[in-house]
T-cell receptor, first 114, second 113 residues
Framework: DVKVTQSSRYLVKRTGEKVFLECVQD?????MFWYRQDPGLGLRLIYF???????EKGDIPEGYSVSREKKERFSLILESASTNQTSMYLC?????????????FGPGTRLTVT | GQSLEQPSEVTAVEGAIVQINCTYQ??????LSWYQQHDGGAPTFLSY????GLEETGRFSSFLSRSDSYGYLLLQELQMKDSASYFC??????????????FGKGTKLSVKP
């Protein structure tokens, strides 16, 4: 059974802290994605990675960075957390590379920055 | 630019049929996907249309018209458990980039008894 796991379900951090969100998939997928989801705004793509050490910016990369050192693990980093980064963060992976239409999502991390 | 439009809310009664429309504007279009998300849950993949026409999967069907940049999700024999948010998403590729999905803002479906 396909599985995507995220390191925390809930996280509370202070403004200015460095925050790491980790995502692991066990399906040997090439593609991995980080989204944030806010009420009324749907899912917005932050970064994605189609191979180890490869990354591409999505629609809202400002204030975030990513790391993919191993195929199964994709990390999202908030260099200096701010209150406007309070959100639900969703990680996903996909077996398709060119057209990743079928994505498998993790349970999400609800991050609160105070 | 890239954009998707879908209704924000739809209400229907149990046993009825409901159609959720999605219009899109994007470059490098590959296909239209649909996802379901229950409150507090993760999005799950429902269907995909790369070509024009209707795809049927049990009670759910999805339609695409590439010439009209339009698609819809059709849910038949509605059940209470279908109450959820439904997202359309378009596969898109930018020059010099790998493909990714652009999601709509979602349609919250409420099924009433």
């Amino acid at each position: 059974d396909v599985k995507v796991t995220q390191s925390s379900r809930y996280l509370v951090k202070r403004t200015g802290e460095k925050v790491f969100l980790e995502c692991v998939q066990d399906m040997d997928h090439e593609n991995m994605f980080w989204y944030r989801q806010d009420p009324g705004l749907g899912l917005r793509l932050i970064y994605f990675s189609y191979d180890v050490k490869m990354k591409e910016k999505g629609d809202i990369p400002e204030g975030y960075s990513v790391s993919r050192e191993k195929k199964e693990r994709f990390s999202l980093i908030l260099e200096s957390a701010s209150t406007n980064q309070t959100s639900m963060y969703l990680c996903a992976s996909s077996p398709q590379v060119t057209d990743p239409y079928e994505q498998y999502f993790g349970p999400g991390t609800r991050l609160t920055v105070t | 630019g890239q954009s998707l439009e879908q209704p924000s809310e739809v209400t229907a009664v149990e046993g009825a049929i409901v159609q959720i429309n999605c219009t899109y504007q994007t470059s490098g279009f590959y296909g239209l996907s649909w996802y379901q998300q229950h409150d507090g849950g993760a999005p799950t993949f429902l269907s995909y249309n790369a070509l024009d026409g209707l795809e049927e999967t049990g009670r759910f069907s999805s339609f695409l018209s590439r010439s009209d940049s339009y698609g819809y999700l059709l849910l038949q024999e509605l059940q209470m458990k279908d109450s959820a948010s439904y997202f359309c998403a378009v596969g898109s590729v930018r020059e010099g980039s790998q493909g990714n999905l652009i999601f709509g803002k979602g349609t919250k479906l409420s099924v009433k008894p």
